[in-house]
């Protein structure tokens, strides 16, 4: 998976995650209970939710750190988009089972069909309902921080980190670990839910100068 592809997959995976989320098992530490448990009582009456984003990635072997910054849009169960904007400028869409990564500048866009068996046991994977927590994560709390490591391999993910916020929206940041030692951090804000999201907004549809390739 190239490199902008696999960014896009990860920032979209964590909030459509919590969509799907099952309820946490008792061995849990108090804290990482009560975290999700707040953070499951807000998502039970959303219909659709939006809001922008600033990602930052840390490329350790470049010794580099990346910025985004966009809007994404989620509507449950699996419509979702992620406006990249800037000199990256690209659209994330998935509508149900097709993914499609819309990039811009390079009047260029690539379709492939979203499910377990293309994408494996990473991130993505887990949207739509394919796993919860208490399957995926091994889980642990601390102040306003959830963290959570995979039970089994996920692409190259150590671990996630949600940090939470009592006031507004309850989620306000993701951190993503990789076993390279890259970060990614995912910082929302604006975040507003049933404004009554079109269906036409996650539309598949593309300019017909734009060179679309089948993966």
């Known amino acids: 998976m190239r490199k902008n592809h696999r960014i896009s997959f990860i920032a979209i995976f964590i909030l459509e995650f919590f969509f799907h989320s099952q309820a946490p098992a008792t061995s849990?530490?108090?804290?990482?209970?009560?975290?999700?448990a707040m953070i499951q009582k807000a998502y039970e009456n959303i219909k659709d939710l939006k809001g922008s984003f600033v990602q930052r990635s840390v490329i350790k072997d470049l010794d580099k750190t990346e910025t985004y910054k966009g809007e994404f849009f989620i509507k449950p169960p699996l419509k979702m988009k992620w406006v990249y904007k800037g000199k990256t400028a690209q659209d994330m869409t998935i509508n149900n089972d097709t993914v499609l990564i819309y990039k811009k500048g390079d009047n260029q866009a690539y379709k492939s069909k979203f499910d377990r068996h293309t994408y494996g046991q990473t991130p993505v994977a887990l949207l739509g309902g394919f796993g919860n927590i208490k399957d995926e994560f091994i889980a642990s709390g601390k102040g306003d921080s959830i963290i959570l490591k995979p039970k089994k391999q996920m692409g190259n993910v150590t671990s996630i980190i949600v940090r939470t916020s009592e006031e507004g929206f309850p989620i306000r940041s993701f951190v993503i670990n990789d076993s390279y030692s890259n970060v990614v951090e995912i910082v929302i804000s604006d975040v507003k839910i049933n404004t009554g999201l079109k269906d036409s907004l996650f539309s598949l549809?593309?300019?017909?100068?734009?060179?679309?390739?089948?993966?």
């Open 28 to 36: 849990w530490a108090s804290d990482a209970d009560q975290q999700i």
């Open 205 to 215: 549809s593309l300019p017909k100068e734009v060179n679309v390739f089948e993966q």
